[in-house]
């Protein structure tokens, strides 16, 4: 769905979307699952600098792989949004100076209006954890073999290595070739 400048110059644009799994590409790590659902409304908050306001509520499932075994998560993700977005020429008058806190948590769109595809995938994005995990408890793959611990103990031991000396025995060593 496209949101035009044109359509909120003249009303408030309301949106009730569902978007069919797979319609959405994400990073290539997560997967709609289910169908993306959301509802809500787009305003043009200031006639003379194109600032649109977009405000709603999003649903989703999406399915990844757990970071820590590997093995499939499902997700829900329910998430309330409230994003405004300016003009990309406004960004770029600015030039170089320096960036207020608001404008970071600011948007921005060219042409003459926002594809609501792309602010929903960033939401969701954005709602998504920052470790993808099955659950608290999961025990990840065995660093020697190879085996998902969740399912069965490998019982090998990972030998305890401690780096911060390395460089300085390596050193050691080249100075003893020396003598």
């Not at 590409?25 to 306001?53: C, M, P, W, Y």
């Not at 406004?90 to 060219?110: R, T």
């Amino acid at each position: 769905m496209f949101i035009t400048l044109q359509e909120l110059q003249q009303h408030p644009v309301r949106f009730k979307v569902d978007i069919p799994a797979g319609d959405i590409e994400f990073d290539g790590k997560v997967r709609q699952s289910t169908v993306l659902h959301a509802e809500g409304s787009a305003e043009l908050l200031n006639h003379s600098l194109g600032e649109i306001r977009l405000l709603g509520n999003l649903q989703v499932t999406v399915e990844a792989a757990c970071d820590r075994c590997l093995e499939p998560v499902s997700l829900p993700i329910r998430s309330p949004f409230d994003l405004v977005y300016m003009p990309a020429s406004v960004a770029a008058e600015g030039g170089e100076d320096e960036i207020d806190q608001a404008a970071v948590e600011v948007g921005y769109y060219e042409g003459s209006g926002l594809q609501l595809n792309d602010v929903l995938r960033e939401v969701v994005l954005l709602a998504l954890p920052m470790q993808l995990v099955c659950g608290e408890t999961c025990k990840g793959i065995c660093p020697v073999c190879g085996q998902n611990r969740n399912q069965r103990e490998c019982g090998c031991q990972a030998a305890a290595v401690n780096d911060r000396w390395t460089k300085l025995k390596e050193l050691r060593a080249e100075i003893g070739q020396r003598n």
